[in-house]
Nanobody
Framework: QVQLVESGGGLVQPGGSVRLSCAAS????????MSWYRQAPGKERELVAS????????NYADSVQGRFTISRDNAKNTVYLQMNSLKPDDTAAYYC????????WGQGTQVTVSS
């Protein structure tokens, strides 16, 4: 089955950390461009970070640069998003995205940053 399954979200205090995981199946993950997006209530979905198939090129949104780290393990068909120094503005549903000749989205995982 072709799918992306995110995990790792939850409630975290400001300044805290959380790691999201996205497990891929049903396609050639090691050849696929992967990204994390997020969508806060009432806002458009925005790109957070992306990583090329081999991991050599990584890009971040300005708002998360220096705080978030995207990585991938092609042996485990998994992409990660390490989120540090979290702020209330980081509260959103986070989605994993895969692009090859088609585009695939995960179901999303909620991250809430609140004291």
């Amino acid at each position: 089955q072709v799918q992306l399954v995110e995990s790792g979200g939850g409630l975290v205090q400001p300044g805290g950390s959380v790691r999201l995981s996205c497990a891929a199946s049903g396609f050639s993950f090691s050849k696929t461009f992967m990204s994390w997006y997020r969508q806060a209530p009432g806002k458009e979905r925005e790109l957070v970070a992306s990583i090329t198939s081999g991991g050599s090129r990584i890009n971040y949104a300005d708002s998360v640069q220096g705080r978030f780290t995207i990585s991938r393990d092609n042996a485990k068909n998994t992409v990660y998003l390490q989120m540090n120094s979290l702020k209330p503005d980081d509260t959103a549903a986070y989605y994993c995205n895969a692009k090859w000749w088609r585009e695939l989205w995960g179901q999303g995982t909620q991250v809430t940053v609140s004291s």
